[in-house]
């Protein structure tokens, strides 16, 4: 009888099983400690990093608590640890509003609770979107393709769903993606048709690779956000399970620098719990605030199940100038502008109804031609 499988897998924090993990050790092809190693070597000083995050992290969830609980809230809330900190930040109705109508998160309650509410879910609207073909990829600048049309890029920490996303948003399978760290090692163009790129980026932080090659990948990465003329936006990758970690807080310090456009997209949502994932979007939308050249508006995606992923269709259209031809008559402002904080409404000041004209009929005289003009009199020609 052939031996029985691994029963139980144990799974480290990347999300690769331990037994797989030794066996790599041993054949010398991957880094000892992968916590030991998260940040590339030659970057910002981890030190740097940390403090950064933690300086982020933390005034963003400061600012979320004082709006809810006053000034005082240390006192109000009997000095809270950092995890009953998240805990007790109320997401706005707008937030709850939005993870049940894309049914993100994992619901709580019963499976038939569960199920009763996944019935009520309304279908999300389709939104069309170019068909999307690989045509170049590059691991040195040399090789990038030449600069013809706008690009959007999708950036993030190794394993967090960067080419999950494209091929949801192009509704394609031909991005490879896998559960272990480092799978793409170049950056890949995607082309839309002759409107726009998609471009695919190696991730940063721990992968299962040289160290001399994810050395190599910052810094095709940075040439790549520095030199590129065609890029329009670039989507910074936020796992929702972990949130805004030290590679985040150290790629946005290097990007600083750079200038780049950029959004944050929270990925893997469909793997939270919702009043986690709720609580989680309420302080990336407030982290999003903080960081440099960073756009308020925060995206929620599951590339796997695709879920909010329209809403992601809509603002890249949007951004590569593509929005009229593709999404037509469909409604301009996106539905994530929803969850942003209600501004009030200016107050809509009733307008004097004027009163009807009615036409007046005309004259018995005016209607059969003839005018009130007095024939000259006779003899008075010629004076
Ligand atoms: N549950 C869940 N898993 C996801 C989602 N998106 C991606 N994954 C899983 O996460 C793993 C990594 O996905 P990739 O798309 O390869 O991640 P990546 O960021 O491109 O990774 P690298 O190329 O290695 O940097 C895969 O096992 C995916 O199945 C998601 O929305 N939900
Ligand atoms: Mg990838």
Redesign the pocket.
């Known amino acids: 009888m052939p031996s029985q499988p691994f029963r139980y897998k144990r799974h480290t924090a990347a999300g690769v099983s331990q037994r797989w993990l030794s066996k790599a050790r041993n054949q010398g092809s991957v880094p000892v400690a992968p916590e030991a190693n998260e940040t590339v070597p030659g970057a910002t000083s981890p030190d740097d990093g940390r403090q950064q995050q933690a300086k982020v992290t933390e005034t963003a969830i400061a600012n979320l608590l004082t709006a809810q609980y006053g000034a005082n809230w240390q006192k109000a809330l009997h000095n809270p640890s950092n995890r009953k900190k998240l805990m007790v930040i109320k997401p706005t109705q707008a937030v709850r509003d939005y993870l049940d109508e894309l049914g993100l998160g994992i619901m709580a309650g019963n499976k038939t609770s569960r199920q009763k509410l996944k019935q009520k879910l309304v279908p999300e609207i389709h939104v069309p979107f170019p068909h999307t073909s690989f045509f170049a990829g590059a691991k040195v600048p040399e090789s990038f393709p030449k600069l013809d049309v706008s690009e959007v890029a999708v950036v993030?920490r190794?394993?967090?769903?960067?080419?999950?996303l494209i091929n949801a948003l192009a509704r394609t399978s031909v991005v490879r993606?896998?559960?272990k760290?480092?799978?793409?090692q170049q950056i890949n163009f995607y082309g839309a048709g002759k409107d726009f790129n998609l471009v695919d980026m190696?991730?940063y932080g721990f992968?299962f690779a040289k160290d001399e090659a994810r050395v190599q990948w910052q810094e095709l990465i940075d040439h790549y956000l520095k030199e590129r003329k065609t890029l329009v936006r670039l989507f910074v990758l936020i796992d929702s399970r972990t949130g805004f970690k030290v590679n985040d807080a150290e790629f946005f310090d290097r990007l600083e620098k750079l200038k780049v456009k950029t959004t944050l997209v929270l990925?893997?949502c469909?793997?939270i719990p919702r009043s986690a994932l709720a609580s989680r979007y309420m302080v990336t939308a407030e982290i999003a605030q903080l960081l440099p050249n960073c756009l308020p508006k925060v995206f929620m995606v599951?590339?796997?199940?695709q879920l909010g992923i329209n809403d992601l269709r809509k603002e890249v259209l949007h951004i590569v100038g593509k929005g009229r031809k593709y999404l037509g008559g469909m409604k301009d402002p996106l539905r994530a502008e929803k969850m942003r904080q209600s501004v009030p409404k200016p107050v809509r000041v009733p307008q004097r109804r004027l009163r009807k004209r009615v036409p007046v009929p005309p004259t018995r005289k005016e209607a059969e031609g003839t005018t009130s003009i007095p024939e000259p009199e006779p003899g008075s020609e010629g004076q």
């Open positions: 993030g190794s394993n967090v769903g960067k080419s999950t993606t896998s559960d760290p480092g799978m793409t190696p991730g992968a990925t893997k469909d793997d599951s590339g796997k199940h």
